[in-house]
């Protein structure tokens, strides 16, 4: 049986066999632990931290896992250029609390002959299913085998990824898969932009202009604040912040039912606006829920 650190820098155990990351979380369960489990693909932040942070203030045992995987990669994405830091990684999980981290290969994931993929109709269909063809079918598909082989109580995932929270709660309802989905809050620098990975790419111009992101994101949440509930104005003024900034080349920007995803022509209850856009060549995604005021 493992214990999460009682201190904090101790090093977590890093394995790559699923079988046997699947014998440890089965031990620590049959022995009564709770057992937390974070996917990531690693590059590791604050936003992430947070995730470990929540899971080791509420589990026993605290599972990291780091597989930057290519199935939810498309032709000409950032998948060769994804950045890839597994020390610095494992320096971050030791001081979070994180136990094990899961680090396995490409092969280990996925043997020469898989051919067998999830695919998670009707809410991975618009926004970033659209944008990004199979994405959705490679991000349901990883999170059911690691799933599989680390078969946690609870799994800890981010709402900066809003759909894919969505399509990964409606898979574990849909495949009756016996473990508890929590989606945290994003975090955010200081200057307001979504914690990512993918924001090391962007150079000091590149961030600023970035910035107009989170700023639409704001300004729809102080409209709808004041009585705003016409979802073509909400837009038309996240539009006109994202194009005074310059610079941003939009793939999408929405408001739509906050468990549908379908759009609104006007906000009669909780929705979430949605936005993906490429700043240089990165892209970056964001996202806000928008709630009326009771």
């Known amino acids: 049986m493992i ?26 369960r049959a022995g009564g632990q709770k057992v937390g489990l974070v996917p990531t693909m690693g590059a590791l932040h604050a936003g992430h931290a947070s995730l470990v942070d929540r899971s080791a203030a509420e ?22 250029r994804y950045p890839r830091t597994l020390d610095a990684d494992l320096s971050l999980l030791a001081t979070h609390g994180a136990a094990v981290v899961f680090a396995p290969s490409r092969e280990e994931m996925y043997g020469a002959e898989h051919s067998t993929y999830v695919d998670v109709q009707r809410v991975s269909e618009r926004w970033e299913g659209a944008c990004r063809p ?18 946690a109580d ?20 849909d495949l009756n898969v016996p473990i508890r989905i929590e989606v945290c809050p994003t975090l955010r620098d200081p200057d307001g932009l979504a914690m990512s990975s993918r924001n090391v790419y962007l150079s000091p111009a590149e961030r600023t202009r970035a910035l107009s992101l989170s700023a639409s994101l704001r300004r729809a ?26 610079g941003v080349q939009l793939d999408y920007l929405a408001i739509s039912d906050h468990q549908t995803l379908e759009e609104l022509v006007r906000i009669e209850d909780q929705a979430v606006a949605l ?14 829920l928008l709630q009326l005021s009771s």
């Open 134 to 151: 199979r994405h959705f079918l490679g991000v349901a598909t990883v999170v059911l085998k690691l799933f599989m082989l680390a078969p």
């Open 3 to 28: 214990s999460s650190p009682d201190n904090a820098t101790v090093p977590p155990r890093v394995v790559r066999s699923g079988s046997e990351l699947l014998a440890i979380v089965r031990d620590a």
């Open 154 to 173: 609870v799994a800890y995932f981010g709402q900066k990824d809003y759909q894919q929270s969505l399509l990964i709660r409606r898979m574990v309802r």
């Open 59 to 80: 589990c026993d045992l605290t599972v990291a896992t780091i597989f930057v995987n290519p199935a939810q990669f498309g032709p000409g994405e950032d998948f060769g």
């Open 275 to 288: 936005i993906a856009a490429r700043v240089g060549s990165t892209r970056l995604i964001d996202n806000t």
């Open 221 to 246: 949440e102080q409209l709808v604040a004041a009585g705003e509930r016409d979802v073509s104005i909400l837009l038309a003024e996240m539009h006109r912040v994202i194009a005074d900034a310059g």
